[in-house]
């Protein structure tokens, strides 16, 4: 083989090479986004599309209050365009570390890849007048579990849309679009779904914790106590009889809540119905 | 007249249907797309109130939005924040939400038992620490504790921390808990224990610990994927360690005192976690200029927390081994100490823990102390919690002690970070 031919053989390896890798160079424009939950990453994914990479700090199976600080947390941090937050202090216990420390000037707080989705959605509970601990783990801003609501799921999406057309303007329509066919498959969605519910309107519920006010507003369940006595404060057994001893009056409210141990002693001493609306879902499957 | 009274009224009541009636009658042909327009407009609307209330929380929590400067770095904030700068005599109220983070942590310590070489006030509150911290702008943050202790205060830390520097570099700046290994980084109210170790009383500076005035730096370095590495320089004065246990004494301005620290950490399930550290530092001990103190340290952390039952089962094991390479007259002492320990979460509210301390004395480092401790602790809620410790020690000369330790920490004001 002579010198020339073996130059222009690899040449052409290294043509190959930079053609194999500019796949890459255009997948790396993608806008890389952190989301504190998966529901953020859900609605996230939605109106992204192809054009983002989303990925969630906190597993969907776990306590959004009661995430700990991982180091590797700060490896998706570091290197991320976009941190979508719940906000309303839900996140308070261990995301303001992992911002301090990401060493990543466009997700601190105020910077543009700053975004708390709180802003976009209705929330309720808001304390009126004097907020004090004695009320249990309160969150001043009001409460952070709004996004059960199909209505704020839609306000979420399109204020995720709008800014993800801010931070890439030459995808704005893609973006636009990707919300508008979300808009219209949720709409369809809350047909089938405000059908399903009828039946339970006005029913009774009992809940864990203060997570489901904007789910029971939209579908009009009238959400009678808790378990915990207080919010963040767990129930001590005479609580859990006092639980017992209410829905035995009620004759059999629809004890909804999250996955406790104590509510399935609840469930089986009342013969109340349990219904177990958390960590249920298939991994990455989609939200419609 | 009675009648003429009462028959506008009857007139009335008749009249009411009627009219309704004409009114709903060209209205039914087009009734269906008006009354779906009109509900969509009120949808619109709703829309728009909430997107004004969500504004409206936003200007009332976040900080204030960078000045608008002809500098090019600030031109990406002011672009975004273009409407908070419009709220101009929001008074009162708006000025308050500028206000720092302010939190109050009571530690009060209640020991009983005997202790003749170092007996602990029977009762005694042992630390106020009140904390400060605000973002101070686009680019910095801003931390103080102030710990107030039976014979005065002290600044426990207080720095500002450089969030927005280039390449991946985060710094602090001021007076802060160095990063020599993981206990002397924590604060009171966040060990595992009532107390401190064996090995930081004697080899690292008492409870006030490596904690001094200077500047720090710190940066992800790159690592295989999923394991992540982080590089700690850090320059201080070269004062450290409280009075019954000086470390670090600057007799000249030059006597600096430097500490690096390596930290590897690596999620081996989605529940369980090392975290290793090795750290080092130097500094000129209470002798003079000519007389150097180093300190090695390697620190392990394992944590077990299955995700889907974290607030209710946990572990952490823990260990950390010091070697103290101290020169003095007549000759260099080298003391090695080391604690390891591990913490439970039985429930809820639940904790017990144990732990083994073992540590020569650093100017004597032939003696050498060792003690263990039980401990348990209970959480009324997130912003309290009881915790009672049995420590055995025995100390160099085969002299006893035998404790307990009742503590009480209690937190008032902002909602803190948890530690990890």
Request: proline content about 6%; aromatic content about 10%.
């Amino acid at each position: 083989m002579t010198k020339r031919s073996r130059f222009s053989g690899l040449a052409i390896a290294l043509g190959l090479a930079c053609a194999a890798i500019s796949p890459t160079a255009a997948a790396a424009k993608k806008l890389s986004i952190i989301t504190a939950t998966t529901d953020m990453a859900a609605l996230t994914q939605e109106v992204g599309g192809d054009r983002v990479n989303v990925e969630s700090i906190a597993k969907g199976y776990q306590d959004p209050h009661f995430v700990e600080a991982k180091p590797s947390f700060l490896l998706k941090l570091r290197n991320a365009d976009l941190l979508v937050m719940v906000g309303l202090q839900l996140e308070i216990g261990w995301l303001p570390p992992l911002i301090t420390q990401s060493g990543n000037p466009r997700i601190q707080v105020g910077a543009p890849g700053y975004l708390d989705a709180s802003q976009f959605a209705e929330i309720l509970e808001v304390p009126q007048g004097q907020v004090t601990r004695a009320m249990g783990d309160v969150h001043p801003l009001g409460n952070p579990h709004y996004w059960l609501d199909p209505d704020n799921g839609r306000r979420i999406a399109r204020g995720i849309a709008n800014k993800l057309a801010e931070m890439d303007a030459g995808d704005a329509a893609y973006f636009q679009q990707r919300f508008k066919d979300f808009d219209q498959r949720l709409t369809a969605a809350e047909q089938k779904w405000d059908a399903e519910m009828k039946p339970y309107r006005g029913r009774k519920v009992v809940t864990y914790h203060r997570s489901f006010p904007n789910f029971a507003n939209h579908y009009g369940l009238d959400v009678i106590d808790y378990v915990e006595p207080r919010p963040g404060i767990p129930p001590g057994i005479d609580r859990t009889d006092e639980t017992r001893e209410l829905q035995s009056r009620l004759g059999g409210a629809l004890f909804r809540s999250e996955d406790s141990p104590v509510h399935r002693a609840g469930d089986r001493r009342t013969g109340s119905r349990l219904s177990s609306l958390g960590g249920r879902g298939k991994r990455g499957g989609r939200l419609l | 007249m009675k009648y003429s009274r009462w028959l506008p009224i009857f007139l009335l009541f008749f009249a009411v249907p009627v009219f309704s009636q004409r009114g709903d009658a060209p209205q039914a042909a087009s009734g269906q797309p008006d009354t779906a327009a009109l509900l969509q407009k009120i949808r619109d609307l709703e829309d728009r109130v909430i997107a004004l209330e969500g504004q409206v929380r936003q200007l009332k929590t976040e900080p204030p939005p960078a000045q608008p400067t002809t500098s090019a770095p600030a031109s990406a904030f002011t672009a975004q924040a273009g409407t908070p700068g419009v709220l101009g005599g929001a008074g009162g109220s708006a000025a308050k939400a500028l206000n720092p983070d302010i939190s109050v942590i009571g530690d009060f310590i209640s020991v009983a038992g005997h202790n003749s070489l170092q007996p602990s006030p029977s009762l005694e509150m042992h630390e106020s620490e009140v904390g400060l911290q605000a973002i101070i702008d686009p680019y910095a943050r801003g931390d103080f504790f102030l710990s107030f202790g039976e014979e005065g205060v002290n600044l426990e830390e207080g720095y500002i921390t450089l969030t927005a520097l280039p390449a991946g570099f985060v710094a602090k700046v001021g007076k802060m808990r160095s990063a020599f290994g993981k206990v002397n980084t924590l604060h009171n109210h966040v060990l595992p224990w009532v107390d401190r170790p064996l090995v930081t009383n004697n080899l690292v500076g008492g409870e006030d610990g490596l904690d001094d005035a200077g500047v720090s730096i710190q940066r992800i370095l790159p690592a295989p994927k999923g394991i992540f590495l982080e590089a700690t320089g850090q320059l201080f004065r070269g004062d450290s360690g409280d009075k019954d246990h000086p470390l670090f004494r600057a007799s000249t301005t030059s006597d600096v005192s430097a500490v690096a620290h390596l930290r590897g950490y690596k999620d081996i399930t989605e529940s369980t976690n090392l975290d290793l550290g090795l750290s080092y530092a130097r500094g000129h001990n209470n002798l003079g200029t000519d007389f150097l103190t180093q300190l090695y340290g390697v620190d392990a952390t394992l944590r077990w927390k299955p995700l889907r039952r974290s607030i209710y089962h946990s572990f952490v094991g823990r260990g950390e081994l010091i070697w103290s390479q101290r020169q003095q007259l007549p000759s260099e002492q080298r003391a090695f100490g080391f604690y390891t320990s591990g913490d439970y979460q039985l429930g809820r509210r639940w904790f017990v823990g144990g732990r083994y301390d073992r540590a020569g004395r650093s100017e004597f480092a032939n003696l050498t102390d060792q003690g263990a401790s039980a401990v348990l602790t209970y959480w009324p809620s997130e912003f309290s919690q009881i915790r009672g410790q049995y420590r055995f020690t025995r100390y160099a000369g085969n002299v006893d002690a035998n404790e307990f330790l009742m503590q009480l920490l209690f937190s008032l004001g902002a909602h803190g970070a948890h530690p990890f």
